[in-house]
C-alpha cells in the first residue's frame, strides 16, 4: 500500500490510494449530497458501497463487537499558522 502523505506536500489528502474519501465509501446515505462519482474527484465515493478494504474492514470489526463510545478525529483543513 502507497502512503501518499508522507511523499506529497498535500497534507490534507482525504483520499486512499485508489482514490476513494473513505467518509463517502459507507452504504448510511451513499451516492447523495456531497459526494461524487467521478474517480479523481475529491469527494469521490467509489464505484459502490464498502469498495475500499478499509471500510469492509471496518464494518467487519463493528458487527463483531459492542462499542459503547465512537470518536471521530478529522484533521487537513489548510489554516494559516497563527503569528504573534
Known sequence: ???LLEQETN???RTTATGVDLDRN???NWGGEGSSGSPGHEE???SHPFSEPESTWLKALAS???YFAFFSIHSGE???ILQR
Open 1 to 3: 500500500m502507497q502512503v
Open 11 to 13: 497534507h490534507c489528502r
Open 26 to 28: 459507507f452504504d448510511w
Open 44 to 46: 469521490y465515493r467509489g
Open 64 to 66: 463483531q463487537k459492542k
Open 78 to 80: 489548510q489554516q494559516g
